[in-house]
C-alpha cells in the first residue's frame, strides 16, 4: 500500500512539474509577443532638425502613454532611400512596423495602398474631428477610393531659394524673382568668384527637385499638375523650355556637386561659400538647429524663379500598416501626431509648418509664420522628386534621366528619356 501511494505520489509531481513548465513557458510566451507589440516608429529622421523634431514628438507621446514602449526605427538616408529599400523588404516578407513615414499623393496610394498594405483611417478621422482640421487639398493626398490612408504630420514647401544675406549685402545684390533676374545674379556673383548656386546632387534626388522647381516657375501649377495625370505631354514646348533653363543653371553650380549630399551644399550658403541654394524648407531646421544661424540674419529665403503665388508640397504622413501586433496603439500615437499639441512640438524644429489649420503660429519663426499664410492661399503643386507627384516606377526613371542629363546636358535626350518613361504614369 506504501508502494502505490509512493507511485502516485510521483505521479502527481511530475504532472505539477509539467503544470508548471507550460505555465512558465506560457508566461515567457506572453512576454515576448509584449515584446513584439513594441511601437516601432520607422522613419528615415536621423539628422539637422528633422530628429529633434521627431524626438519631441515621441517624447510628448510617452508623456501620454507611459506604458506603451517605443522604439525610434528610423534608418538614415537623405529623401529616405536607405529607408524605402529597407521598409519594401520588410513588406514584402510581412514584417510592417507599427507605423512608417511615407509622403502623402503617389508613394502612398499608388504604392502601399494599392497594394492592400494599408488599413483605412476613416474612423479615426471621425473620432479625432479632424476632417475640417485639415485643409482638403491635403486630406485628398492621403485618400484613395473613398478612404483616408495616413495622417499629415507636416507641410513642407520645396520651392525655395536659400540665401546668404552677407554675400547678397556686400555685393548689393536683391533676391531673384524670375530667372532673368536669377541669372544677371549669377552673372554678378561668378565674375567676382562667388558660387552663386551650391548643389549636392550625391543622391540624384536633388537635382531632380531643382527642376521641379524650374518647372512649376515656368508652366505654371495648373500645367504641371496636368503632367503627372497623362493630360499634357512631357514633350510639351513649356518642358522643353524649362529644360534648357535647368541646362543653364548648371553653369553656376559648384563644380563637386556629385560629391556633396544636401546639407553640404546647404552649408555652403551658411558658411557663405556659395549665394544660393535650392531646398525644402528642412534646410531651414539644419540651418537653425545644426549651424545655429539665425533666420533672416545670417540666411534668407525667397520662392523659386516664378514661383510666387505657388507652393510645391511636401507632406510627410504616417498610417496604419495591415497586420501590426498594436493597431489600438498605433492609433494613440497617430492620435498625437494628428493632434495641434503634436504638430506644434515637431514642426518648430522640423523646419516645416503644419498640416493643421488650427495650429498656433506663435510658435513658430518668421519663416513659419510666413509659409502657414502663403499655404492657406498658394496654388498647390505636389512633389515629383518627393514621390507625391508620380509612381514610383516614373520617378526612379526620371532620376536616372536626371543624373545623365547633369553630366552631359542634352536636351533631347532627355525629354525623350521623360517620353519614355510616362508609360510608368499610367500604372
Not at 558660387?195 to 540624384?204: C, R
Not at 543653364?248 to 544660393?276: C, F, I, P, T
Request: glycine share 10%; net charge negative; charged share 25%.
Amino acid at each position: 500500500m506504501k508502494k502505490r501511494w509512493l507511485s502516485l505520489v510521483s505521479l502527481l509531481l511530475v504532472f505539477s512539474f509539467i503544470i508548471s513548465g507550460c505555465s512558465s513557458s506560457t508566461s515567457t510566451k506572453d512576454k515576448d509577443d509584449k515584446k513584439g507589440a513594441k511601437l516601432e516608429i520607422f522613419s528615415w529622421w536621423t539628422g539637422a532638425g528633422e530628429e529633434d523634431g521627431l524626438k519631441a514628438l515621441i517624447k510628448l507621446f510617452k508623456e501620454k502613454y507611459p506604458n506603451v514602449p517605443v522604439e525610434n526605427a528610423a534608418v538614415a538616408g537623405g529623401a529616405g532611400t536607405n529607408a524605402k529599400a529597407v521598409l519594401a523588404s520588410r513588406m514584402q516578407g510581412n514584417d510592417p512596423p507599427a507605423t512608417f513615414q511615407v509622403h502623402g499623393g503617389a508613394e502612398l496610394n499608388a504604392g502601399w495602398v494599392a497594394a492592400g498594405k494599408m488599413e483605412p483611417l476613416n474612423d479615426l478621422y471621425d473620432k479625432e474631428g479632424w476632417k475640417d482640421k485639415f485643409p482638403q487639398s491635403l486630406i485628398d493626398m492621403v485618400s484613395k477610393d473613398g478612404n483616408i490612408y495616413s495622417v499629415p504630420v507636416n507641410i513642407h514647401r520645396g520651392n525655395v531659394i536659400w540665401y546668404s544675406k552677407k554675400i547678397f549685402a556686400d555685393n548689393g545684390l536683391t533676391p531673384p524673382k524670375t530667372f532673368d533676374e536669377f541669372f544677371a545674379v549669377a552673372d554678378k556673383l561668378k565674375a567676382k568668384g562667388i558660387t552663386p548656386l551650391s548643389l549636392g546632387d550625391k543622391e540624384p534626388w536633388t537635382a531632380t527637385m531643382l527642376f521641379e522647381d524650374i518647372l512649376v516657375g515656368t508652366i505654371g501649377t495648373e500645367k504641371y499638375n496636368k503632367l503627372w495625370s497623362g493630360d499634357l505631354p512631357l514633350n510639351d514646348p513649356g518642358v522643353v523650355e524649362a529644360t534648357k533653363t535647368f541646362k543653364k543653371m548648371l553653369d553656376y553650380v559648384n563644380a563637386d556637386h556629385s560629391s556633396r549630399n544636401w546639407q553640404d551644399a546647404s552649408q555652403m550658403v551658411g558658411k557663405g561659400e556659395a549665394a544660393m541654394n535650392v531646398m525644402g524648407d528642412w534646410a531651414k531646421g539644419y540651418f537653425v538647429n545644426d549651424l545655429k544661424l539665425k533666420t533672416n540674419e545670417d540666411f534668407g529665403f525667397i520662392t523659386t524663379p516664378g514661383t510666387e503665388g505657388d507652393f510645391l508640397v511636401i507632406t510627410d504622413t504616417f498610417g496604419l500598416p495591415k497586420g501590426v501586433k498594436n493597431p489600438d496603439d498605433v492609433k494613440k500615437f497617430l492620435s498625437v501626431l494628428g493632434s495641434v499639441e503634436g504638430q506644434d512640438a515637431f514642426n518648430p524644429l522640423k523646419g516645416s509648418i503644419p498640416a493643421r489649420i488650427d495650429a498656433d503660429p506663435g510658435k513658430y519663426d518668421e519663416y513659419g509664420k510666413q509659409t502657414i499664410a502663403d499655404f492657406k492661399d498658394a496654388k498647390l503643386a505636389p512633389s515629383l522628386a518627393h514621390g507625391s507627384a508620380a509612381p514610383e516606377g516614373f520617378l526612379t526613371k526620371v532620376n536616372q534621366a536626371i543624373n545623365i542629363f547633369v553630366t552631359q546636358k542634352d536636351v533631347d535626350q532627355f525629354i525623350d528619356s521623360l517620353v519614355a518613361a510616362s508609360s510608368d504614369l499610367k500604372k
